[in-house]
């Protein structure tokens, strides 16, 4: 299992914006689709956005939709995350999944460590 790494989080005042990023910790040999996840406190993971293994593709959960926008790194299997407009609801750790393959989290057996988002009104 590839170890993933997540960044870039912390706190931020309403309406600020945060570009997290997600890299493996090894060496990856072929680029896979990748996602982000994220769980607020009291609630279940849920998706947030995906990009295909191109970067051709990206899919947003509705309500992050014209707010966030996913991206893929110059290195092989790495994503970012830029985040505008932030709202305190989108207070939550964030994680990565590689490779991507359903908007259902429990599908999932590997989760990072994650990074804290947390959004201040």
């Known amino acids: 299992q590839v170890q993933l790494v997540e960044s870039g989080g912390g706190l931020v005042q309403a309406g600020g914006s945060l570009r997290l990023s997600c890299a493996p910790s090894g060496r990856t040999f072929s680029n896979y689709a990748m996602g982000w996840f994220r769980q607020a406190p009291g609630k279940e993971r849920e998706f947030v956005a995906a990009?295909?293994?191109?970067?051709?593709?990206?899919y947003y959960a509705d309500s992050m939709k014209g707010r966030f926008t996913i991206s893929r790194g110059n290195a092989k299997n790495t994503v970012h995350l830029q985040m505008n407009s932030l709202k305190p609801e989108d207070t939550a750790v964030y994680y990565c999944v590689l490779p991507y393959t359903t908007q259902v989290a429990n599908e999932y057996d590997y989760w990072g460590q994650g990074t804290q988002v947390t959004v201040s009104s």
């Open positions: 990009i295909d293994r191109t970067g051709d593709r990206e």
